[in-house]
């Protein structure tokens, strides 16, 4: 079983900056094509930003050009960079683990956007 860690999250005020980190147990990592969710009350979960073993990237709209998602795959490690953050990007923030038919995910991180 591969376990998924989240760290970073926390409270911001608009327009600031936070940075989210997500490290995977075992020796696969660079396979993983990684992505981090988000969701917010009430609605569902959905797709952030990705990154392929080979570090393609993918943006979901409403990120695109405030976020940046970036792997490490000597340290395990994907990181997501949110700047210029807004109170609509207030989620519990997951960390994913894909690779054929495994799929693993982290506990979720706490991003508060607010005055």
């Known amino acids: 079983q591969v376990q998924v860690v989240e760290s970073g999250g926390g409270l911001v005020q608009p327009g600031g900056s936070l940075r989210l980190s997500c490290t995977t147990s075992?020796?696969?990592?660079?396979?993983?094509?990684m992505g981090w969710y988000r969701q917010a009350p009430g609605k569902q979960r959905e797709l952030v930003a990705a990154?392929?073993?080979?570090?393609?990237?993918n943006y979901a709209d409403a990120v695109e050009g405030r976020f940046t998602i970036s792997r490490d795959n000597a340290k395990n490690t994907v990181t997501l960079q949110m700047n210029s953050l807004k109170p609509d990007d207030t989620a519990v923030y997951y960390c994913?683990?894909?690779?054929?038919?495994?799929?693993?995910w982290g506990q979720g991180t706490q991003v508060t956007v607010s005055s």
């Open positions: 075992g020796s696969v990592f660079s396979i993983y094509l």
């Open positions: 994913n683990a894909r690779w054929l038919t495994q799929n693993y």
């Open positions: 990154i392929t073993s080979a570090g393609g990237t």
